[in-house]
């Protein structure tokens, strides 16, 4: 049932970041020039926010699991987290490579095509900087694995962002008596 809340958080902290760029999607959208990178730009700020949230979430998950587990929490428990967490946009990509080519040009493949664009919105900036290829679909499905894994090996470890950020920084004091 934990394993079931955890990926259940994964995907909804994903969706999250996926409904905020969708909803806010009009903005560059309405840019005249240089519609394209101002997309992939507006991407890669929702990607910041997204696996921002996205870890923090899994972290607090790796807190909740490592109270209750006796024995200790697996690290790679947080992968399987956000691999389960993040089926559901694998399924979608895999529908989408399986059944766009066959669709033509329908109105049903460009449906299938923006609902695609939308569910990975905040990894698009990766995608299109890698020039479309099968390779940076790969890369982009990959990350939420990874940011679960790393967010739930902080929440078990007990670390949280900003002490990974912040290691070897200087007290304030210090730096102003120099």
Known sequence: ????????RAFASYSAGVF?????????????????TWIAVYSLVF????????FKQ??????????????GAAPLRGAALGFVGFLPYLILELVY???????????GANILHAIFRCGFGPMYFIIRFSGYSWYSYVISSLIIPVVTFLGY????????LSDVILTGKRDEEDFLSD
């Open 47 to 54: 990607f910041v926010f997204t696996v921002i949230f996205l």
């Open 153 to 160: 090996v902080s929440g078990i470890k007990g670390k949280s």
């Open 1 to 8: 049932m934990a394993f079931l809340k955890g990926s259940l």
């Open 20 to 36: 905020l760029f969708t909803f806010f999607l009009i903005a560059p959208l309405s840019m005249e020039n240089n519609r394209n």
């Open 97 to 107: 490579f399986i059944f766009y080519p066959r669709l033509g040009g329908t109105s």
């Open 58 to 71: 899994i972290r607090k998950t790796g807190e909740e699991d490592i109270r209750k587990m006796e024995g």
